[in-house]
C-alpha cells in the first residue's frame, strides 16, 4: 500500500483537510484522517507538502497529436514515437486519461496527419497502447467532418472493432459554425503560406467548399446509433444555432462541443447536454476564432468540461485562473476530470477520488510567483512522473 499524506484532497463539493489517501495496487483503497495514518503500515508515503490532491485530468478533446506526429507538413515522424513522447508530455500537465482528437477529413486542410493512411497507423497504435508499457491512458476521439464520404466505411469499421472511445461529427463548412466569419476562414485554410494564390483563385475554393455535399441524416444516425450500441458518446461540433441542436439531439448527441454562442450553450446546458469549451480560451483572454468566451459561459453556469484543444498546458493553468476570478477550485478542478469522465461515460473508473476508483491521481502546488505546478503523478496507482522546484 502507499498514502499520500499532508495535502488537501480535492472532491467533487469540497476540499477535504486534515485526511490522507490509501492506495493499494491500482485503486483508491480509502480515505483517512492524518492521526489514523500514522498507524498504518505502508510500502511508501508520499508527502503532499500542503498541496492539493486532485483527480488526474481527463482530456475528451485534443489534437495536440498532430503536432507531435508531423510537427512540419513535410515531417512525419514515427507514429509510435510521437505517442511515446506525447505520453510524456501529458503526464507533465497533469493529462493521466487522453481523447486524442483524430480528425477524419475528405481533404487535409493543410496537415499530413488527416491523411487516412496516417490516421489509420495513429489509431492502431492507440488501440494497441492499452496491453503495452505506458505512462497515460490512451484514447481515441473519432472527429468525423460529415462531408467525408470516402472515409465513412472505415468510421464504421472502426466503430465495429471497439477503437474508437468518443465519436463526434463536424461541419467546418464555411458560412456557418465556427467558420460564419469567412475571411476567417480563408486566412485559416485558403491563404497559402507563401501568398500565391490570387484572390480570384480563393474565391472559387471557398465557393466549392460552401457547396461540397455531405452525408444525409440516415449515414449519421447509422453511425451515432452503432456508437450508442457499443457504449460510446457521441458529440456534435460547433453548434451554433438552437435549431442545429435539435438535429444533433435527433441523432442522439449528448455532448455540444464549444457552442459558438452564450444562447446555445445555455440552451444545450438546459437539454441536458454536456457542454464543452477550451482552456486555451480562458487564457488569452477569449475565442482565437471570434466566438463565445470560455470565462463567460462558466460564469454563466452553462460550461461543463474545459479540453485543451490544442494546448495541452492549458487545463492546468485554466483552472487555476477561473480560480483567481472567483470560481471555487473544486468546481473547476470538477470541469477537467468527473465531468469529461461522465460525459465519455468512464466516471465508474476515474475522475473523482472516491474509494474503489482507478488511482490516477495529481500533487499540485503553488510556486512563489502563484504559478501552479505539478509535483507528482499517479496512474494506475504508480508514481510515472516526479517534478523537484528549486530555487
Excluded at 469540497?14 to 495496487?25: Q, S
Aim: proline residues 3%; hydrophobic residues 40%.
Amino acid at each position: 500500500m502507499k498514502l499520500i499524506r499532508r495535502g488537501k484532497i480535492v472532491l467533487e463539493h469540497e476540499i477535504l483537510e486534515g485526511y490522507a489517501l490509501v492506495i493499494e495496487h491500482d485503486r483508491i483503497k480509502d480515505i483517512i484522517k492524518e492521526d489514523v495514518a500514522d498507524d498504518l503500515h505502508v510500502e511508501e508515503v508520499f508527502d503532499a507538502c500542503g498541496g492539493y490532491i486532485t483527480p488526474g485530468f481527463i482530456d475528451i478533446h485534443s489534437d495536440y497529436i498532430e503536432k507531435m506526429a508531423a510537427p512540419r507538413k513535410t515531417s512525419v515522424m514515427d507514429m509510435q514515437l510521437a505517442v511515446y513522447e506525447f505520453e510524456k508530455e501529458c503526464c507533465s500537465h497533469g493529462i493521466t486519461t487522453m481523447f486524442h482528437s483524430v480528425s477524419m477529413l475528405d481533404n487535409e486542410l493543410g496537415t499530413p496527419m488527416r491523411n487516412p493512411e496516417n490516421v489509420k497507423k495513429l489509431v492502431e497504435i492507440i488501440e494497441e497502447s492499452h496491453s503495452q508499457l505506458h505512462l497515460i491512458h490512451n484514447r481515441f476521439h473519432m472527429r468525423f467532418e460529415i462531408d467525408n464520404f470516402t472515409q465513412f466505411p472505415l468510421m464504421m469499421e472502426y466503430l465495429k472493432k471497439g477503437y474508437v472511445h468518443l465519436l463526434s461529427f463536424m461541419d467546418h463548412t464555411p458560412g456557418q459554425g465556427q467558420y460564419r466569419d469567412l475571411e476567417i476562414y480563408k486566412k485559416t485554410y485558403l491563404v497559402d503560406d507563401k501568398g500565391t494564390r490570387s484572390e480570384e483563385e480563393i474565391e472559387e475554393m471557398l465557393k466549392e467548399k460552401m457547396n461540397t455535399q455531405k452525408l444525409t441524416m440516415d449515414a449519421i444516425r447509422c453511425a451515432s446509433d452503432l456508437a450508442k450500441e457499443k457504449e460510446i458518446a457521441v458529440a456534435s461540433h460547433d453548434d451554433d444555432t438552437i435549431e442545429k441542436l435539435d438535429v444533433v439531439q435527433s441523432f442522439g448527441a449528448t455532448i455540444s462541443e464549444f457552442p459558438i454562442t452564450l444562447k446555445v450553450a445555455k440552451e444545450a446546458k438546459k437539454r441536458g447536454m454536456y457542454t464543452v469549451v477550451g482552456a486555451p480560451n480562458i487564457l488569452l483572454g477569449g475565442s482565437h476564432s471570434g466566438n463565445m468566451s470560455a470565462r463567460d459561459a462558466i460564469e454563466e453556469g452553462c460550461a461543463d468540461i474545459l479540453c485543451s484543444d490544442y494546448y495541452p498546458a492549458s487545463l492546468l493553468h485554466s483552472v487555476f485562473k477561473m480560480e483567481e476570478y472567483g470560481q471555487k477550485l473544486e468546481d473547476m478542478i470538477a470541469k477537467v476530470t468527473i465531468q469529461p469522465a461522465r460525459a465519455a461515460q468512464i466516471d465508474h473508473i476515474c475522475g473523482s477520488i472516491e474509494k474503489n476508483k482507478k488511482a490516477d491521481l495529481l500533487i499540485i502546488m503553488k510556486l512563489p510567483n502563484g504559478l501552479p505546478a505539478i509535483t507528482h503523478v499517479f496512474v494506475d496507482g504508480q508514481l510515472t512522473q516526479r517534478n523537484h522546484y528549486r530555487m
